[in-house]
């Protein structure tokens, strides 16, 4: 498809395309080798991507989502339009792996691939999501979007997805510049879902699961000083607050240990939803902005 942007790559299909704020959303699928499935992401390049190069914000979401929440609910398209950076928003999972179990529930299989790499017998040809959004995602991007600079990146996410963005920059300084999220699984091996999947994807080896839990990295590697300050947005009157999911506290603690600038911002009255994230969406865009445009 020819366009001013580049022609997408001969592997990668564009389902559709959308103006949108000056700028055009297109709803891309490719096949994969990381997960052995088509995989599907939703980008959006802004107006300035028609004449110059833009940087980008891939933005992970959360257990149950599709490429389709962040894009249709965040409103995250009118800030990107007018700083002038490329948003990239993949699915959440591999989908008809046809591995045995994976649609038994909402927080485990389909729409919850957790970004991480299964190792365990069954998951771990097709359940390989750390691989996809740090490498072929981007690389994808790269080939069939020339006026995206994959080489300036920046990552936020939600719930599951906020986990994974955090996991994906602490493991990846070097590759993105700034990291936020949204109602985050900071403490993934200390909470039911997290130790759902982690055993699920990863087995008994807690060991293993320690890789992939935003905390634990701090607590190991941190500080980061290349990403900056990380901005942490959680609702108080999030039932997965409460309910023990999210552990903002632990990170939080953690980055206070190391020295890793953290502003996390407890937001009163604010539940687990899109109305949270859409209300508060234009500063974690502005902050990862101003890092990319520096
Ligand atoms: N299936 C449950 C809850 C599902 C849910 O709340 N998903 C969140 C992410 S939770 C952590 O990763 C989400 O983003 N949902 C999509 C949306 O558009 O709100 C239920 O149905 O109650």
Redesign the pocket.
Known sequence: MASSSGGAAADLEIKSETACFGGRLLKCVHQSKATKTQMTFTVFLPPAAASSAVPVLYYL?????TDD?FIQ?AGAQRIAALRGVALVAPDTSPRGAGVAGEDEG?DFGTGAGFYVDATEAGWKENYRMYAYVTEELPAAVAASFPAVDTSKASVCG????GHGALVVAFRNPDKYRSVSAFSA?CNPVECPWGKKAFSGYLGKDEAAWKEYDATELMRRDGPFPSLGKILLDQGSADN?LTAGQLIPEALVKACEDKGQPCEMRMQDGYD???FFISSFIEDHVSMHADRLLA
């Open positions: 979401s959360g257990l149950t989502c929440n609910k909402w939600h719930s599951m997805g699984i997965f687990h939803s899109y």
